[in-house]
C-alpha cells in the first residue's frame, strides 16, 4: 500500500480541488496520507479534513519556522489535538538553520518542549531538520525520543548519518529528491537505508518528483519516489510499497 507520510495539501493551494487531489492519489494507488500542522492557526482545518475523510490523517506541531506562533497555549491546543484518534504524530517539529540561525536556542528549546509532549501523550515525531543534523540527533537521543517513534522526514543527511538514525530505531522518509538526477546522497541513502525502516513521502506542493519536476507536487506522485527507490535497490515496487506502507501503518498505527 503506498501511503503518503507527509503531505501539505491543507495549504490554500489545493483548497477548491481537495476532492480531486485525493481521488487522483486513489488512482494512483496512494491510500492513504498524512497532513502534518506547521502552526497552530491551521490545526482546525486538519482536524476537519480528517474527519471529513476516512484516508486522511493529520499531525499538529510547530514547525521551526513558525516559532513566533509558539505560546502557552499553543502547547496546550497541540496537546488536547494529539489526543484526537485520527491524529496521528506530532509534527512538524525540529530545526531549521538554513533560513534562520538568529534563534537557534529558542528553537531547540521548543522542539524538545515539543517532543515531551508527544511522547507525554504516546505518539510519534515527524521531524524537520534541514541543516542542523548534529543538534537534532543530540535532541532526539537524549529525550529517548525513539521511544514513541520517530520520522527524519525529508532526510537530507549522508548515507553515514541515515545509518546512525537507523541504530537509534529512527524512520528515514524519502521525497521527490531521490528522483532527482544529481541526487547522489539521496539515492546512496536509498539503498542503504533497510526497507524495514524506509517511510514515503512528497511533502507536497514542494519537491515534485521527476517527471513532473518543477510543477506542483501531490501525494500521487509519492508513486514516482516508490518506483525510483525501486529502480535503486533493485527491487519490484510491489514490494516497496508493500513495505513502506505496513511500516506507515505499523508506526502511526492506521
Ligand atoms: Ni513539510
Redesign the pocket.
Same mark, same amino acid.
Given at each position: 500500500m503506498l501511503i503518503d507520510t $507527509?503531505? $501539505?495539501i491543507d495549504m490554500e493551494n489545493f483548497k477548491d480541488r481537495f476532492d480531486e487531489v485525493i481521488q487522483t492519489a486513489k488512482e494512483y494507488g496512494v491510500e492513504k496520507v498524512v497532513i502534518?500542522g506547521?502552526e497552530p492557526a491551521g490545526f482546525a482545518r486538519i482536524v476537519e479534513l480528517c474527519e471529513n475523510y476516512a484516508n486522511v490523517y493529520g499531525a499538529v506541531g510547530v $514547525?521551526p519556522e513558525e516559532l513566533n506562533s509558539y505560546s502557552e497555549e499553543a502547547e496546550e491546543q497541540i496537546k488536547q489535538y494529539l489526543k484526537h484518534p485520527k491524529i496521528v504524530a506530532l509534527?512538524?517539529v525540529g530545526l531549521d538553520y538554513y533560513w534562520d540561525k538568529s534563534q537557534i536556542e529558542k528553537q531547540k528549546e521548543i522542539f524538545e518542549r515539543q517532543i515531551l509532549i508527544a511522547k507525554e501523550v504516546g505518539k510519534p515525531i515527524?521531524v524537520?531538520d534541514r541543516e542542523a543534523h548534529q543538534d537534532s540527533f543530540e535532541i532526539l537521543k537524549r529525550t529517548k525520543a525513539a521511544d514513541v517513534g520517530v520520522v527524519m $522526514?525529508?532526510f537530507s543527511g549522508s548515507p553515514e548519518f541515515a545509518m546512525e538514525c537507523v541504530k537509534e530505531g529512527f524512520y528515514i522518509a524519502l521525497g521527490g529528491v531521490v528522483t532527482f538526477k544529481n541526487a547522489k546522497k539521496a539515492k546512496e541513502v536509498a539503498k542503504i537505508v533497510p526497507l524495514e525502516k524506509l517511510l514515503l513521502?512528497t511533502?507536497a506542493p514542494?519537491m515534485t518528483p521527476v517527471p513532473f519536476r518543477g510543477k506542483e507536487n501531490q501525494p500521487a506522485y509519492v508513486k514516482f519516489v516508490a518506483q525510483e527507490i525501486a529502480d535503486i535497490r533493485g527491487i519490484s515496487f510491489e514490494e516497496v510499497a508493500e513495505v513502506t506502507g505496513a511500516n506507515a501503518q505499523k508506526l502511526l498505527k492506521i
Open positions: $507527509h503531505t $501539505h502534518p506547521v $514547525h509534527g512538524e515527524l524537520h $522526514h525529508c513521502e511533502d514542494y
